[in-house]
C-alpha cells in the first residue's frame, strides 16, 4: 500500500512504503531515447549492515524486448525519503548520519508517523549520535618538546635506541587512550539509543 503525504512549499508529495522491486512506484509512458516510451519503477531498499543503510533504485523495461534493463542505485544513507515534485517527477530526500539540529528535527517531524521500522532504527541512531557528541570535544596537542625529533633506525647506539623506546612507548599509550575513548564513546551512544527506543515507535 502506498500512503502520500502533502507538503505546501516546496511541493513535495512524499511516497512511503515502496521498499522493493515488487512494491515500486512504476511511472508509465517514461521516454526511452528520443521517440520510444516504456515503463519504470522506483523503489528505496534497505541494507542492515555496518556500511549499509538506504539506497534509491530505478529499473525500466527495454521497450525493444519487454525485458526489464538491470537495476541502477544510488549510494547508501541513512534514511531515504522519495517524493514527486511540483511536475510529478520522482526525487528522493535523505538524511546522514553526520546530518543535525534542525535538519534532524525537521525530518523527524515530517516522516516520523509513515516511517517503516528500519527507517525509526535508523533515526533513534542518529539521534543517540547527535546527543552524545554535544558532549564530545576535540583537541589537537602539539608535539611534546622532550619528543625525539630525529632517530636512526639503523643505529646500535644507546642514546638512540632509548629514544625509538620512548617513541615506540608513547604511540602505543596514546592509541589504547583514542581506543578507550571510542569505547566509552560508543557506550554512550548505545546508552542513548536505548532511550529513543521508547521516545520513537
Avoid at 92 to 110: I, Q
Avoid at 133 to 142: D, G, L, Q, R
Wanted: aromatic residues 10%; neutral net charge; proline residues 3%.
Amino acid at each position: 500500500m502506498s500512503i502520500c503525504a502533502k507538503e505546501t512549499t516546496p511541493i513535495r508529495n512524499y511516497l512511503y512504503n515502496h521498499t522493493s522491486q515488487e512494491t515500486a512506484y512504476v511511472v508509465e509512458d517514461y521516454p526511452w531515447g528520443f521517440r520510444l516510451r516504456t515503463t519504470i519503477r522506483y523503489w528505496v531498499e534497505s541494507k542492515d549492515a555496518k556500511n549499509g543503510g538506504q539506497r534509491f533504485g530505478s529499473q525500466t523495461i527495454n521497450p525493444k524486448t519487454g525485458n526489464w534493463c538491470a537495476p541502477k542505485y544510488s549510494t547508501y544513507y541513512s534514511i531515504i525519503i522519495m517524493y514527486l515534485d511540483e511536475k510529478d517527477y520522482i526525487k528522493w530526500a535523505a538524511l546522514h548520519m553526520s546530518d543535525r539540529g534542525e535538519t534532524v528535527e525537521n525530518f523527524k517531524n515530517t516522516h516520523l508517523s509513515n516511517m517503516n521500522e528500519f527507517q525509526k532504527d535508523k533515526l533513534r541512531e542518529i539521534l543517540a549520535f547527535e546527543e552524545v557528541m554535544k558532549h564530545v570535544t576535540f583537541t589537537v596537542s602539539a608535539v611534546e618538546s622532550s619528543w625525539p625529533q630525529s632517530v636512526s633506525l639503523l643505529s646500535k647506539d644507546p642514546v638512540e635506541l632509548a629514544k625509538m623506546d620512548l617513541i615506540i612507548e608513547q604511540q602505543a599509550q596514546r592509541k589504547k587512550e583514542i581506543i578507550e575513548t571510542d569505547k566509552q564513546i560508543s557506550r554512550a551512544i548505545n546508552i542513548e539509543y536505548q532511550k529513543n527506543k521508547d521516545l520513537i515507535k
